[in-house]
């Protein structure tokens, strides 16, 4: 069976890790087109590719509808500013493309509503880059929602304490933008906030939050703090930050049960800090800290592997399209009943 056919829109900041990943499944699938409005930034990811993947060719271009229109291609990572994921999605999607989405997948519910519909229309898979979902103490975490061994889940909590310095906005002026970015909370924070959603098992049904830009010269938040209550009557609390001195301290989240308590922490949600339950099971013992060199972790490789099968399987990747929305919603509910204090 013929390898995929995959190209990186947008090639970015985070951009190394879809080229890494795509190079960790070269089996089932290869970089054939990068582009970006920066051509030298597209260079580096082609070169970054074709420097292990010698036998490869992957066409460069600064316009994403020449790409299209070009090369063959069967899917699209789209790694461009959050406020084009969704006119950017919905092109390749109208032209019969399979989109892996970078966080968050657009930046109203109206969008990523749009982005759903017209991937059923047209028949493509929609995956949303939640990679965290991915790492071995999350996903041993979830197997333990899953048998309810927490039995009632009480409270969970994210802490995202990092800095994003000045020098971090002037690289980029989109970011800290409402139109283009949003703040800390749907920059920095949603991956733990899409991790605690996830864990608490139960719908959000209210929002509260706080905001405050405290020391960034940017349009929305640097620090934020949202208070959730779920379906479930278990409360949710998201403590996010770039305001912390004088570097990334920590992101953490924890699961508070009737009868378990685990917190994970690490550079990216990656260690198994505290893991406590009423009962016990061969795999409580599993030793399945991940190292990993960035915040970015190391997800991306299996997102790209589970997208992948499931465009040869014909069925949804883990992480869709309505998976990828509601951490994305959480925030833009917090957006709508909070004002930023200057």
Known sequence: MSKLKVAILGCGRISYKHVEALINNSDEAELVAVCDLVESRAIERQKQYLDKMIDGKVDLYTDYKNMLKYTEIDAVAIATESGYHASHALYCIEHGKHVLIE???ALSTDDANKINAAGKKNDV??????????NPPIQKLRRAVE???FGKIINGTARILWTRDENYYKQAPWRGTKTLDGGTLMNQCIHNIDLLQWMMNSEVTRVHAERGTFLRKIE???FGALLLRFE???IGIVEGSACVYPKNL???LSIFGEKGTVVIGGLAVNEIKVWQFE?????DRDDVNDEVDSVYGSGHTPLYKDFFQAIVENREPYINGIQG????????DAYEVSQIQK
């Open 103 to 105: 966080k968050p997948m």
């Open 125 to 134: 898979k929609i995956c949303v880059s939640h990679q965290n979902r991915f």
């Open 147 to 149: 048998e309810g061994r």
């Open 220 to 222: 929305m938040e640097d």
């Open 232 to 234: 479930s009557g278990a």
């Open 250 to 252: 920590e992101e953490t």
């Open 279 to 283: 009962d016990e099971r061969s795999y």
């Open 325 to 332: 929305m509601k951490a994305m919603k959480i925030i833009l």
